[in-house]
């Protein structure tokens, strides 16, 4: 739990009340490689802190597995279209590695909201952060060659390319495997 307080600090100081709340509201969970925490056409119940492991979100478009994003250690899991509009969602979220996960669910989410102002601000700076995340995306996906989104993803987690299959990764930056594999020999 240690590292998800750290995580937090990174956006915000909460009380020692507020903080103490949170805490008695996370679940630890320690689960295998491969297990699903959101299947595909689900609604999303609870946001999860990676503390060690990775997990991948995915969708199914023409019969064809696709990577939307990757969560490593020290950040956050969810489906936020689902999570926050309670609807299911056609994205899943599977785990890559044996992983240590913090959840807290949505109903303990919106409570602390209401009792901790100090807890709803944090909910405020997530989803902004969150916002950013997904236009820097979607920006690298409409402007940056796959040869430049292949080199921000060294830069900015090289271990990644041996902890995931490299189909995920081509996938998650856009471009099919050949290309992802031409894009490694030049390199």
């Known amino acids: 739990?240690?590292?998800?307080?750290?995580?937090?600090?990174?956006?915000?100081?909460?009380?020692?009340?507020?903080?103490?709340?949170?805490?008695?509201?996370?679940?630890?969970?320690?689960?295998?490689?491969?297990h699903t925490l959101l299947r595909p056409g689900s609604v999303c119940h609870y946001l999860w802190f990676i503390e060690k492991g990775l997990t991948r979100t995915f969708y199914i478009?023409?019969?064809k597995d696709v990577t939307d994003w990757i969560s490593t250690e020290?950040?956050?899991?969810?489906?936020?279209i689902s999570f926050l509009t309670r609807k299911p969602d056609r994205r899943g979220?599977?785990?890559?590695?044996?992983?240590?996960?913090?959840?807290?669910s949505y109903t303990n989410l919106?409570?602390?909201?209401?009792?901790?102002?100090?807890?709803?601000?944090l909910g405020r700076l997530f989803l902004s952060h969150g916002i950013?995340?997904?236009?820097q995306r979607f920006d690298d996906?409409?402007?940056?060659t796959a040869h430049d989104r292949y080199q921000q993803l060294i830069a900015t987690n090289p271990s990644l390319v041996n902890r995931v299959p490299l189909g995920m990764i081509a996938s998650w930056l856009g471009i099919t495997q050949e290309t992802l594999s031409r894009i490694r020999s030049q390199s």
């Open 61 to 63: 478009k023409d019969g």
């Open 1 to 34: 739990m240690t590292s998800f307080f750290s995580y937090i600090k990174t956006f915000t100081h909460l009380s020692e009340t507020g903080a103490a709340a949170l805490g008695s509201a996370l679940e630890r969970l320690d689960l295998e490689k491969g």
């Open 141 to 144: 996906l409409h402007f940056a």
């Open 132 to 135: 950013i995340q997904l236009q």
């Open 93 to 104: 979220i599977q785990l890559l590695e044996d992983s240590t996960i913090w959840a807290i």
């Open 110 to 121: 919106e409570r602390l909201y209401q009792e901790y102002p100090d807890i709803d601000r």
């Open 74 to 80: 020290n950040s956050i899991a969810v489906s936020i």
